[in-house]
């Protein structure tokens, strides 16, 4: 739980997202929308009019291992500035249990990847490496990232299917 809550933190600095658009409780991944880069990130929509504009994600290795470092390079542009108060809407679900359902601040949550808000607008890029638990039991694990702005604007929302093995 604590990898997919870093992995997360870690997305959603490279990700932000408005009113959260997803019923809660279903996470739909469409393959028309996945996320540029070797990772199994998908956009929640089209992305078009998001506040962040995401280049590239890269994970090594891809799909993520217990008991390994995961490196995280991601890169994209902020089309406007973000500000404290944004959110992000987290949930991770275990098969059909859910783990995690939680609203928090987001400029709480980027400081787990060494970044700080207002995020300004521009270009930003990110590498950040997470030592994965040994523990983590095996399965299929869905990971959803609302992010938004104080004003409700969508930043980013991003969701993946990872499956741990033993």
Not at 35 to 59: M, Q, R, S, W
């Amino acid at each position: 739980m604590k990898a997919a809550t870093l992995l997360l933190s870690a997305i959603c600095a490279v990700s932000v997202s408005a009113s959260p658009s997803w019923m809660p409780g279903q996470v739909a991944i469409s393959e028309d929308f996945s996320v540029p880069g070797d990772n199994p990130l998908h956009f929640c929509a089209d992305p078009k009019d998001d506040i962040l504009e995401i280049e590239k994600v890269d994970l090594s290795p891809n799909p993520p291992s217990p008991g390994e470092t995961l490196s995280i390079k991601a890169s994209g542009t902020f089309k406007e500035k973000v500000e404290e108060g944004a959110k992000v809407h987290l949930q991770v679900k275990y098969g059909l249990i859910t783990l995690i359902n939680q609203e928090s601040d987001l400029c709480e949550a980027i400081g787990n990847v060494d970044l700080k808000c207002p995020l300004d607008k521009g270009d930003m890029s990110l590498t950040k490496d997470v030592d994965l638990p040994k523990q983590i039991p095996p399965g299929k694990y869905t990971v959803l990232a609302d992010v938004f702005t104080k004003d409700g604007d969508k930043i980013t929302c991003l969701t993946a299917q990872i499956e741990f093995h033993r």
